[in-house]
């Protein structure tokens, strides 16, 4: 079978799903030949490695890939394409993120249960990874910032005291600076409380972890509560 790499099409699973194993065979194997040698379409090759997988994954009614048959089927085809060992663990890694994702798209909510398959991709996990990295980012430069004292770079007017030039200036501007950092600490920490899901909390933690968990909540829910009688008792008066 040979791959016309200029106009491949991304495959949806019943594009292929009724072609025989040696036709399903023949074309990964074509897939992943052509993935090693040229770079310039490998996004959309990964992908239909991927499907030809899955593909194969379905006609054995083996979903997670675990049969002896599934296994020998696909050793077989990487095999027969030819690729050198260095770079068959890359090829075989990324076409199983991509399996991955299909899982979901092709699978119900309750398949994947029954599964024990979360149901969320790995894409989808990648980008809550990034979220919740980059959230907690933003508290710890936050953090640093407004434990930061304020620059006293002041200079004296011409005629007036030490005491009038050095006091009130640096003062007025710790406090602009404190109620920007409150604000901006507030923002994080709203959106790193938000990063938490129950999901993980109800299906992955430990008991010992949950009452960690919750004892830090805990905490967090006392601070905002004594930082909130302030706020709304200013907002009462208005």
Same mark, same amino acid.
């Given at each position: ?22 036709? +399903?065979? %023949?074309?990964?194997? $074509?897939? &992943? ?5 040229? =770079? ?101 430069? +936050?953090? %640093?910032?407004?434990? $930061?004292? &304020? ?5 004296? =007017? ?81």
């Amino acid at each position: 079978m040979r791959v016309d790499v200029a106009n491949l099409p991304t495959l949806q699973l019943e594009d292929i799903e009724n072609e025989s194993p040696k036709m +399903l065979h %023949a074309r990964g194997v $074509a897939y &992943v030949r052509e993935f090693d040698r040229i =770079a310039g379409a490998q996004t959309v090759l990964k992908k239909n490695i991927a499907m030809v997988v899955l593909a194969i994954r379905k006609r054995h009614n083996d979903w997670l890939g675990r049969t002896h048959e599934y296994r020998q089927e696909v050793a077989e085809m990487y095999r027969q394409a030819n690729i050198p060992p260095d770079s068959l663990d890359a090829v075989q890694a990324s076409v199983r993120y991509h399996v991955g994702n299909l899982l979901r798209q092709y699978l119900t909510p309750r398949e994947l249960q029954a599964l024990e398959l979360l149901d969320t991709s790995p894409v989808e996990r990648q980008q809550d990874r990034r979220s919740v990295n980059a959230a907690l980012l933003t508290a710890t430069k +936050l953090s %640093a910032q407004a434990s $930061a004292p &304020v620059s006293k770079g002041v200079t004296k =007017a011409k005629g007036k005291s030490a005491d009038a030039t050095s006091d009130r200036v640096p003062e007025q501007g710790s406090a602009i600076k404190a109620t920007a950092d409150h604000l901006r600490l507030a923002l994080a920490a709203r959106q790193l409380v938000e990063q938490l899901d129950t999901a993980v909390v109800d299906g992955h933690m430990t008991d010992g972890q949950r009452a960690k968990l919750d004892e830090d909540l805990a905490a967090v829910q006392a601070a905002v509560a004594k930082l909130r009688r302030h706020t709304r008792k200013r907002s009462s008066k208005g």
